[in-house]
């Protein structure tokens, strides 16, 4: 049974950062691309950031580009967001996501986390 189990969520102010971390389990092979998405409230439910299974290849959302990195450690089964220069509009739910394929992860991840809560007061 998968499990992607997210934490580091919290409230912070406009111009702060917060550090995501999403725990995989279960997955039969370290070659699953993994991703964050977020949905904030009233509104479709988007893309933040993905990265393939090696590291080497990185998406970003042009939304949070420049302010938010993406990495992962295969050792511990562990994929990060790191969170910068955070903005209100940045509230919003934070979903961790796998899939084999990094490009499919954009459109339609194999498993979802059940995410964790980001605030940011302004």
């Known amino acids: 049974q998968v499990q992607l189990v997210e934490s580091g969520g919290g409230l912070v102010q406009a111009g702060g950062s917060l550090r995501l971390s999403c725990a995989a389990s279960?997955?039969?092979?370290?070659?699953?691309?993994m991703g964050w998405f977020r949905q904030a409230p009233g509104k479709q439910r988007e893309f933040v950031a993905a990265?393939?299974?090696?590291?080497?290849?990185?998406i970003v959302a042009d939304s949070v580009k420049g302010r938010f990195t993406i990495s992962r450690d295969n050792a511990k089964n562990t994929v990060s967001l790191q969170m910068n220069s955070l903005k209100p509009e940045d509230t919003a739910v934070y979903y961790c996501?796998?899939?084999?394929?990094?490009?499919?992860?954009?459109?339609?991840?194999?498993?979802w986390g059940q995410g964790t809560q980001v605030a940011v007061s302004s």
């Open positions: 996501a796998a899939d084999h394929d990094l490009v499919e992860l954009r459109k339609s991840p194999d498993y």
């Open positions: 279960g997955l039969t092979s370290s070659s699953y691309a």
């Open positions: 990265i393939s299974w090696s590291g080497g290849s990185t």
